[in-house]
């Protein structure tokens, strides 16, 4: 089990964040975990019947099978490391996992027609 299953698996155990997966998750990811913690408890991850999207500073970006969008999923990941990850994929993964995800019962894409 990798460290990111690691922490997947106790935080679904729990069903919220507990200080030790907290610890984890900004352990092991740094300012992204702390980022995606934080994108958590402000309600910005998002669903919608064909995207899952995260509300970032500039703009949202769309996750997909743990990719990602945005400029750091671009140009700044390892693929070849399974937790160097955008802070975008992890504010979705710990959110599925703690029921925190906000849902809409719409087409994203009707959603970007209006912005």
């Known amino acids: 089990m990798t460290p990111v299953e690691r922490w997947q698996a106790q935080l679904e155990e729990a069903g919220e964040l507990t200080p030790d997966v907290v610890q984890q998750i900004s352990r092991l ?3 992204r975990g702390v980022q995606a913690i934080e994108a ?3 309600n910005r991850v998002k669903s919608y019947r064909d995207f899952t999207i995260v509300v970032g500073y500039d703009d949202e970006y769309i996750i997909e099978n743990e990719g990602c969008t945005c400029k ?3 140009y700044n990941l390892d693929a070849d ?8 994929v992890l504010a979705v993964a710990i959110a599925r996992r703690v ?5 809409h019962d719409m087409w994203y894409s009707e959603v970007r027609e209006f912005l």
Not at 81 to 88: E, K, Q, S, V, Y
Not at 99 to 103: L, Q, R, T
């Open 29 to 31: 990811h740094g300012d």
């Open 40 to 42: 958590v408890g402000e």
């Open 72 to 74: 750091d999923s671009e």
């Open 81 to 88: 490391d399974p937790t160097d990850l955008c802070w975008h």
């Open 99 to 103: 029921g925190h995800v906000d849902y």
